[in-house]
């Protein structure tokens, strides 16, 4: 199994460390071309997600990522990644990759003191720490998408078919639930 992680920008080389930690072999996506090897599934990670989609454009990487996911490759968002992939966002101007039905709120916690630590349960068994860097968070979702975890009862993890979302960062703790779970998902 081989995962792809999107290395433009952001909190790439943590989900390495918990690929590496699963005996899961991953590589760097960093040019378009890179999009074109095999792989089972793709992370995208936290960062700045206006910045990393300027550069997923810049990159002419934006149509093969929409279509590898439409053509049901596996994706995990953590938080910009979240951003990336939902339908709708509000708090700013327009959405980036529009794959998820789902509406998030950027910055949701606020700007500056939006960072914090929690404990709660994913996908209603494992509970985990949680933590939340300037985050966004799943204010509505479509029909044929899975809620996975709720804090404070806004939805902060979820699943869509071939696509999972954090607002919160899973490589940044020590637990490697969420990352076996995306591992999971590959595997079918
Ligand atoms: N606030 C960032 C954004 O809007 C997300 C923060 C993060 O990924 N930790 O993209």
Do not use: W
């Not at 460390?17 to 995208?44: C, P, T």
């Not at 606020?110 to 799943?138: C, V, W």
């Not at 071939?162 to 595997?187: G, R, S, W």
Request: with cysteine.
């Amino acid at each position: 199994m081989t995962i792809g992680i999107l290395a433009l920008q952001g909190a790439f080389i943590e989900h390495r460390y918990k690929l590496d930690a699963l005996g899961v072999d991953s590589f760097e996506i960093r040019q378009a071309k890179d999009l074109d090897r095999k792989m089972d599934g793709i992370i995208l990670p936290g960062g700045e997600s206006t910045v990393m989609y300027k550069l997923i454009q810049d990159l002419n990487m934006e149509e093969k990522l929409i279509s590898l996911i439409k053509n049901g490759l596996p994706i995990f968002g953590t938080c910009a990644g979240l951003l990336l992939l939902s339908e709708n966002v509000q708090n700013f101007d327009y959405a980036y990759l529009k794959t998820m039905h789902i509406t998030t709120v950027k910055n949701a916690y606020g700007r500056q003191l939006g960072s914090f630590k929690t404990t709660a349960t994913f996908n209603h068994e494992e509970t985990i720490d949680m933590i939340f860097i300037r985050a966004p968070y799943i204010q509505h979702v479509g029909k044929d998408v899975l809620v996975l975890s709720v804090v404070d009862d806004k939805i902060v993890a979820a699943r869509q078919g071939n696509q999972l979302v954090t607002a919160f960062h899973p490589e940044l703790t020590n637990d490697l639930t969420v990352h076996k779970y995306f591992i999971d998902m590959c595997k079918v």
